[in-house]
């Protein structure tokens, strides 16, 4: 039985399905860009580690100042990286509020449709249960009637 409420039920959970397919999507996204962020901090500090002012190396003036330039755009990379985490989670996040608000709708429009088919299932019954009562009434009438003597 196709319903206007079905059509709605069915346009409600592609919409829910769709959604989870994007949270999903976006769950990964966060996974893959937290596994980044920490091979970076780790490099970073296997990177601090062969500072040469802490290993005690010699080294020139262009040497050091090499050194701190890329220890400096590593402390970027992560800052955007970190950033770019935060984003992807926010996104998420807000992707799991969506599901669950269409899940939330699918679940009502599920019970409006169950609401309705007992409801018509109740005047169903009770059709029946007048005619039954209505045949009844007919079937003693004419059985009175017959007793009475005037019936066929």
């Known amino acids: 039985m196709s ?4 059509t709605v039920l069915e346009h409600a959970q592609e919409q829910r ?3 989870m397919a994007e949270l999903l ?3 990964d996204q966060v996974r893959k860009l937290r ?4 091979q970076l901090s780790d490099y970073q ?7 040469p002012a802490r290993t ?3 080294l020139s003036i262009d040497s050091l100042q090499t050194h701190r330039q890329f220890m400096q755009r590593l402390e970027q990379a ?3 990286q970190q950033t770019q985490v935060r984003i992807a989670q926010e996104r998420a996040q807000t992707l799991r509020e969506s599901v669950l608000a269409l899940e939330l709708r699918v679940a009502a429009i599920k019970k409006l449709i169950e609401g309705r088919q007992r409801e018509a299932q109740r005047l169903d019954q009770q059709l029946q249960q007048r005619h039954m009562d209505e045949a009844a009434n007919q079937q003693a009438w004419r059985k009175q009637q017959a007793q009475d003597g005037y019936g066929p």
């Open 56 to 58: 005690g190396q010699v």
């Open 35 to 38: 596994l980044q962020s920490q």
């Open 3 to 6: 319903t206007p409420l079905h």
């Open 78 to 80: 992560s800052t955007q």
């Open 17 to 19: 399905d769709k959604a």
């Open 25 to 27: 999507t976006g769950e």
């Open 45 to 51: 500090t296997e990177y601090r580690l062969r500072d």
